[in-house]
């Protein structure tokens, strides 16, 4: 937008006139900002970072939707305050949460091999996530990165700005990428695919992933999945206090895993804190006795009252669900604590088949 459509997009909002795209009146200046080609809607620029989320579509005038029972602003979802958590405390994230140094040597080996042979002088790529091991991993020479976020705190406080100053970070959802078709060569996640809501969200993140990737693209992704045994939960707090656990991340999933239900149902986070507080009622002293630094605790504490949901999906279920416009090349195994639960596959986009893509 230009200085002028500034200007005057902001002569509407304390008119009334702005509005967001579920109705809510919008109350704040817009500073920076892109207007679509039809100049129907109007996305704010926030410190550089366009925010291309559908619920932050701004719409002005006459067609502009009422509604006053949402008065509040864009609707926020369950996750919204759990990222703002994990933003600000990121630095205390252990793997398996993060992508250890053995996790970015299969993607970076994962990527080359899906890459070998490839025509594109400078592949795009897509990071779905913000992760700073993968944004700052080994690409392909002449890669042009671009992350797609949904969270704006984890965009502020987590992308390695400085580290990879050539990417580009847009706020956005995956259900919804702001990316036209087959224009990537590669697309990256980090436990980002399977554990979407399932199966609507789960399916329409897959099929746009399917569909921003050019035909022989890569997909690689990381995820988090459950055993096909249900674990008992006492086994896991056995382990715990007996040493036999390396992190409270790994306990955390383990926890989380133990509690799922159906692949539809998943876990709470909220579930995963009573369980932790009835069985740990003093963090403090089981850290000092397994050695660990106090901070350690906040991995459970993130969760306390959470209303998210955790999605687990067995690997047959992953597997299942990415065989329509994907097909699987490689799938590897870590070798650290339960890495059997933290597989990363890469699956190449299948030939469209003369169908025409979605404009």
């Known amino acids: 937008m230009t200085p002028d459509e500034v200007a005057e997009f902001n002569t509407s909002v304390p008119e009334g006139r702005a509005r967001y795209a579920s109705g809510a009146p919008v109350t704040e200046i817009l500073e920076r900002g892109l207007v679509t080609v039809d100049e129907a809607s109007v996305?704010?620029?926030?410190?550089?970072?366009p925010a291309l989320m559908p619920e932050l579509r701004m719409v002005r005038g006459e067609?502009?939707?009422?509604?006053a029972a949402n008065p509040a602003g864009p609707r926020q979802e369950p996750w919204a305050d759990y990222w703002e958590k994990v933003s600000r405390h990121w630095d205390d994230l252990r793997p398996p949460r993060r992508p250890a140094p053995q996790d970015i040597a299969l993607f970076?080996?994962?990527?080359?091999?899906?890459?070998a042979g490839?025509?594109?002088a400078r592949p795009r790529a897509l990071l779905l996530g913000v992760?700073?091991?993968i944004a700052t991993m080994r690409w392909p020479a002449g890669t042009q990165l671009l992350a797609l976020d949904g969270s704006a705190a984890m965009i502020r406080h987590v992308w390695p700005r400085r580290a990879v100053p050539g990417?580009?970070?847009v706020q956005g959802s995956w259900s919804a990428m702001p990316i036209r078709?087959?224009?990537?060569?590669?697309?990256?996640?980090?436990?980002?695919?399977?554990?979407q809501a399932y199966p609507d969200t789960f399916f329409a993140v897959v099929g746009e992933v399917g569909r921003v990737l050019k035909d022989g693209g890569v997909l690689a992704t990381r995820a988090f999945t459950r055993p096909e045994e249900r674990e008992p939960v006492e086994a896991i707090f056995d382990d715990l206090r007996n040493g036999r656990i390396g992190t409270l991340d790994y306990c955390r999933w383990r926890l989380a895993a133990a509690l799922h239900g159906d692949r539809a149902t998943g876990t709470r986070m909220g579930d995963i804190w009573d369980v932790w507080e009835a069985n740990v009622p003093d963090p403090g002293e089981l850290m000092r006795s397994l050695g660990w630094p106090q901070e350690a605790a906040r991995v459970m504490e993130n969760l306390r009252g959470g209303e998210a949901v955790l999605i687990f999906p067995t690997l047959a279920e992953l597997r299942a669900g990415l065989v329509e416009d994907l097909e699987e090349m490689a799938c590897e195994f870590p070798d650290y604590e339960d890495g059997d639960r933290y597989p990363i596959l890469l699956l190449r986009r299948k030939p469209?088949?003369?169908r025409r893509s979605r404009a």
Do not use: K, M, Q, W
């Not at 970076?108 to 890459?115: D, F, K, P, S, T």
């Not at 078709?181 to 554990?195: F, L, N, P, R």
């Open 131 to 133: 992760t700073p091991e």
């Open 352 to 354: 469209r088949s003369g």
């Open 167 to 169: 990417a580009a970070v």
């Open 181 to 195: 078709d087959a224009t990537c060569d590669i697309v990256v996640g980090d436990s980002s695919i399977a554990h």
């Open 63 to 67: 067609g502009a939707p009422a509604n």
């Open 118 to 120: 490839a025509r594109s």
């Open 108 to 115: 970076e080996g994962l990527v080359a091999e899906g890459c």
């Open 43 to 49: 996305y704010a620029i926030l410190e550089g970072v």
